[in-house]
């Protein structure tokens, strides 16, 4: 897949990732068409997309109430529900399929666009997370790749390229350590939703955001880049780099230490993946901006401090305990940070809310998709069980 245009099937387009995707879209008309859409609920957005883009397909998840009446209003042809993402999955003049769905949605499409022989740009964290081993055999076995759109794990690709897996000491993922890097345990408990959504360095969605204040995302990106680059748990480690510049880096055997860095950006995962393997020509400085090292000036790295944030060792645990922990961890999250963002459970309480559904999972080894959502929904469900007993005790 080395010619342009390259044809681009879009998963999650009016999600930050989509937007930004159609942002690199934009920049490199010659080098990328898109042919396929498809959204949740933001239908007023996807309607300006389809005028703007033209694709030959559009779907529209809508699975909130009067969603689909406004899409098929706006959208004539829209395809509803499910069917309409496995349809874009598999597009058949699409080359690409860029899975930037939030959530479990992703999983089944992801399957389906292998299936069909499409080059995956995966933004989306819970499909490897929970089906790694389903989505990598997969992409293996129908010669798939599967490239990154996560800023670290382009990183770590990026730095890998040319060199032997057998080279590989150590992956060294860095994180921003979030708004509350420095806050301490006593303040952590009293933190507000508006503080926890006001990260340092990067913008995005709520879920993410929140999942960044909890380190949980830093925990799911270690987990991913097993499955991404397959190597054990014992050679990922991560450290805290506030700055976030340095994306990642990879330590070799002979003890040499490769890093990517660049101002942060999503769009510079993003036209990795999609050009992969070429670069594109930046000619526009607004767009990517130049780092210049010395208004940076310096750049600092410190430890995890991870009791401050125990959501990062769940993770870690659960992905190490494998089967269906990490579906039942993402469906755990997924409930608890909703919960929090409504106000009914406070910062600390996602961590242990989180650790009470793990205590109680039955898990299963190689888990099928069946499987796989049914764990998550599982968590789901006991998590709203346990916070609303504990809710009811309260009062
Ligand atoms: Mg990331």
């Not at 390259?6 to 942002?23: C, F, K, N, V």
């Not at 089906?131 to 794990?153: C, F, K, W, Y």
């Not at 009470?356 to 998550?376: F, G, K, N, W």
């Amino acid at each position: 897949m080395n010619t342009f245009p390259r044809r681009i099937a879009l998963l999650g387009s009016t999600g930050s990732i989509g937007r930004q995707t159609l942002d690199v879209v934009r920049r490199f008309p010659n080098q990328f068409r898109v042919v396929a859409l498809a959204a949740r609920s933001n239908v007023e957005l996807l309607a300006q997309q389809v005028q703007e883009f033209k694709p030959s397909l559009v779907t529209c998840f809508a699975d909130t109430p009067g969603v689909e009446e406004k899409a098929r209003e706006l959208l004539p042809g829209v395809v509803i529900g499910e069917q309409g993402l496995l349809e874009v999955a598999t597009h058949p003049e699409a080359d690409v399929v860029v899975a930037a769905t939030s959530g479990l949605r992703g999983l089944k499409p992801t399957l389906a666009a292998i299936g069909a022989g499409k080059t995956i740009a995966l933004a989306n964290k819970e499909t490897l997370v929970m089906a790694g081993h389903l989505v990598m055999q997969a992409a293996q076995r129908a010669g798939v790749p599967v490239l990154p759109i996560d800023s670290e794990h382009s990183a770590i690709w990026q730095c890998l390229r040319g060199e032997e897996s057998t080279d590989i000491q150590r992956l060294l993922l860095t994180a921003s350590g979030g708004p509350f890097r420095h806050t301490s345990l006593e303040a952590l408990q009293s933190v507000t939703v508006e503080q926890a959504l006001a990260h340092p360095t990067w913008r995005m969605g709520p879920k993410i955001t929140i999942d960044s204040a909890t380190l949980m995302n830093k925990g799911l990106e270690v987990l991913e880049a097993r499955w991404l680059f397959d190597v054990d748990y014992e050679h990922i480690d991560v450290v805290v780099h506030p700055e976030s510049i340095i994306h990642s880096m990879v330590e070799f055997v002979d003890g040499s230490i490769k890093m990517q860095a660049s101002l942060p950006s999503m769009h510079l995962p993003i036209m990795n993946a999609l050009a992969y393997p070429q670069r594109l020509h930046n000619t526009d400085s607004d767009f990517i901006r130049e780092l210049r090292w010395s208004d940076v000036g310096h750049l600092n790295f410190e430890d995890l401090d991870r009791e401050r944030f125990p959501c990062f060792r769940l993770a870690l645990e659960a992905g190490k305990k494998g089967g269906t922990y990490p579906c039942a961890l993402v469906g755990a999250d997924e409930e608890a940070v909703e919960l929090f963002l409504s106000g009914a459970l406070d910062f600390l309480g996602i961590a242990r809310l989180i650790e009470e559904v793990l205590e109680r999972h039955q898990s299963i080894e190689q888990p099928d998709v069946t499987m796989i959502l049914e764990a998550c929904a599982w968590a789901r469900k006991t998590a709203r069980e346990l916070s609303k007993r504990r809710t009811s005790h309260s009062n």
